[in-house]
Structures are given as C-alpha cells and as structure tokens.
C-alpha cells in the first residue's frame, strides 16, 4: 500500500493535536493574587460546584454543577470519559489505607506498594481532559494512632507532582481541628489544596483556620444535613434525621454562610452525597432516594449553582401528627396498640401526591466513617392505609427502637421524613396508650 507524504503529514498533525488536547491544553493551576484563591483551568476561573458521588451526572450538568468527586479510581476510566462527555470534571481520588481497617503505616513495603499503585494510576489518567485534581485520601486520619501516615500521605503528593505537574493534590480529612491542621500545615507539605469534610459543625471551619494560621485554598469536600452524630438523641440514645425540607434548608444556610460567601479561600464545594446509602438510615445522607428520585436538596442546589430554581420543585414536609400531637422527641408505645398518624405536605406545583408508609426497627449495623452497612428488614403488616396521607401504625410486640418511614412523591421528586420510637413491654412505664416528651424540633443547631 502506498501513501503519500502529505498523508502521512496530516495524520502525524492530527495525532499531535489530539495528544496535546489531552495533556498540555488540560493544565490546571491554584493561584493567588491579592490575598484571594483561585483554581485556573487552562487559563480560565473555575470555582467547584461539586458533587459527591458519580450517580446521575446528567443531573449534576443540568443543575449547574461543573464537578464530581470520587474517593477511589474504580471504575476510573468510564467515570472520567463520562464526566468529559457531560461536560464535567472530575476530583479523583485515591483510597488511602486507614489505620482502623488494619493497615500498618510501620510496615515500609506495604507503604511503598501504596505509592506505587498510585503511581501507575497517575500514570494512566493524567492526561484525560476531565481529569481536574486529584485528591489523595479520605478521612485516614479518623481513630488513627499512628502520625506516620501524614507522611505518607505527603510522599505520595510528591510522587504525584513528579508524575503530573499539570493537575493539583489535595487531601481530605474529616473535620478540621488545631492538631489535624497543624500536621496539614507543617507535614503536609506537597499537597495544594486542603480538603475538609464536615456537617453540622462547618460554621466552625472559618474559625479553626483563621486561629491557626492557615493561609492557603481549602475545599469543603463533604458537606450536607447534620451528622447522625451530632445531631439530638432520644432517651434511648436514637438520633433523630431532620426531615428532607429542613435538610434543604440546611444546605441553602450553608452554601450561603459558609462556601460561597468564603470564597477568598473556600475555592469550591462537594455535596454530599449524590447518590443514596445506608448510613445510620437509609435517607440520612443521599440526595436522591433508594429509586433513583431527586429530592428537596437538589432544587437548592441547583439554585446555588445555577442561580435559580427547577420549574418542577419537590414536595415538602409540613409536620407530621401522632395521635394529633406534632411536636414529638420521645415517642414510647405499648406493644400492639394502635396509633393514628397523619403527614401534612405540600408541594408548590400543585402536584398530586403519592405517600408510603414503611416500618424498620432501628439499625443496628453502625459503622464509622462511611464503612459500608446494612439496611435493617421491613417490618410487614403492621401499618395500615400505607398509601395513604393518614396511616395507622400497630406497635410490634417485641420491645425495643424502632422507626417509622413516610415517603411523599409527585411522580418525578421525593420528600421524606421518619420518627423514631420505642416499644416498653412494662405496663408502668406507659400511661394509657402512649407516653411522649414533647419537644420542638426546629433548631438542630440549638441543641449542639
């Protein structure tokens, strides 16, 4: 087969542009300027509004969203391609070994095999145009001992640069406090961008690395509702979950007080979680339910973003009523009896509503730090009128926590809200059929 020079010409021309569009012309750069952080990308500001999770990237793009995150390269290449093809970038991560599963930061080959697994990694997707930085670690630092992994950690940013100048590190620590920020700041000395992730304590962060000195760009790398850690407990020690509308709330307050308003540092920010897990509940975390539904949060988000609401907002939780009584903490029932309960909700489109009504005892498989748990069995026949806006519920006979789940849905975006409650077998321990302690549950923040 014979091919002309000027062929072979245009094809090496066109390898070139290709090869350059994916490396030279994808640099990103962290730079200050007058006191103010910013992220460049080949040239251009770009302020993170960042999702955490990889489900449903469509829905991150058409809300105004311009970033996803992972926390491992599972699945790296699809996960980047996709994110390209939706017009995204990506904060990939690589899973640092925690102390608490089992790793020994004494062990120096086991240290050495970590970097250079992320070695051939950065190898590898360096130069994927979606790729914008990468993040090294999630919260290793939670129930450690050991401080050799800061250094760890720190080898493996160098290593990173040494590989790839064209694309920033960060890392990720859970909540920031004086000790964690001073190892940031005096070890961690190869990383660019510091990465917090943190709940119902982020009116904290400004303070802690005002206090301590920190001068550099930071991220919020996680941020959503209050924790179930910090948030207020029942007698019997079950956190109770703000509903879907006062989680909205709270990311609007949030976003608004502490992200975008800090943006002097605050380069950007990770919701969390774009997708859906067991994690104390089965709602407490994911922006979109165990069906794939959007829920309240994800209209404020996007009007943090995008700078206005969806024309199609979710439903809203109102209040809910048990035995007509709306202001309920402590809920203890006598076993097998019957209870009214009714939910109000609204939904600003005027939509139909859909309700369901589900019963759980409480979960018992808790977990720290995201580790992965299990969703405790639904409890079969004992709610009555479950597709209904006013349900009956049959308190189990067996003593113990439980928790009642109501689902509300126009067809397209879900709102949702459960409430705890104990069964006490002992007939003195209930007066008539139920016995509460009232409380308002307006405030979460008053309570911690």
């Not at 640099?27 to 040239?43: A, D, I, P, R």
């Not at 009128?385 to 049959?394: C, D, F, M």
Request: glycine share 8%.
């Amino acid at each position: 087969m014979q091919i002309q020079f000027g062929s072979i010409t245009t094809l090496i021309a066109c390898l070139l542009f290709v090869f350059k569009g994916y490396g030279q012309d994808n640099k990103v750069e962290v730079v200050e300027k007058n006191g103010t952080w910013s992220l460049l990308v080949n040239g251009e500001d770009f302020y993170i509004k960042g999702a955490g999770g990889d489900d449903q990237m469509d829905v991150v793009k058409a809300c105004g969203g311009n970033t996803i995150r992972t926390w491992g390269v599972d699945n790296a290449q699809e996960i980047l391609d996709e994110a390209h093809e939706k017009g995204l970038k990506v904060m990939l991560g690589f899973w640092i070994q925690h102390e608490r599963h089992g790793f020994d930061y004494n062990d120096e080959g086991k240290v050495k095999g970590q970097l250079e697994s992320f070695r051939r990694a950065v190898q590898k997707y360096k130069d994927h145009p979606a790729l914008l930085m990468w993040g090294l670690g999630n919260e290793y630092e939670l129930e450690y001992s050991n401080t050799k992994v800061w250094k760890a950690v720190n080898d493996i940013a160098k290593m990173v640069h040494e590989e790839d100048p064209n694309h920033p590190t960060s890392t990720v620590t859970a909540g920031t406090n004086p000790e964690k920020l001073k190892f940031v700041m005096e070890v961690l000395t190869e990383i660019d961008i510091y990465g917090i992730n943190t709940y119902g304590d982020i009116g904290n962060v400004k303070t802690v690395l005002k206090k301590g000195g920190f001068k550099g760009p930071y991220m919020i790398t996680e941020w959503g509702p209050n924790g179930h850690w910090e948030s207020p407990k029942t007698m019997w020690s079950s956190s109770v979950e703000q509903t879907s509308t006062e989680k909205a709330a709270s990311y609007l307050t949030r976003y608004q007080e502490h992200i975008s308003s800090q943006s002097a540092q605050c380069i950007g920010s990770f919701a969390f979680l774009w997708g859906q897990k067991q994690e104390y509940t089965s709602t407490w975390y994911g922006l979109f339910t165990e069906t794939g539904m959007r829920t309240e949060a994800i209209d404020v988000l996007e009007y943090c973003w995008s700078g206005k609401y969806p024309e199609n907002r979710s439903p809203s939780i109102d209040s809910i009523h048990f035995e007509q009584i709306s202001k309920i903490k402590n809920l203890i029932l006598a076993p097998g009896e019957k209870y009214d309960v009714k939910l109000f909700a609204s939904d600003k489109n005027e939509d139909k509503l859909n309700y369901r009504w589900e019963l759980y005892p409480e979960s018992t498989d808790l977990k720290t730090g995201g580790d992965a748990e299990n969703k405790p069995p639904l409890i079969y026949g004992h709610v009555k009128k479950s597709k209904t806006q006013s349900a009956i519920l049959k308190a189990p006979v067996n003593e113990g926590r439980y928790r009642l789940f109501v689902f509300v849905d126009d067809g397209k975006k879900m709102a949702y809200m459960n409430l705890p409650f104990y069964v006490q077998n002992d007939p003195s321990a209930v007066s008539g059929k139920v016995r509460f302690k009232l409380q308002t549950l307006k405030s979460f923040n008053e309570e911690n």
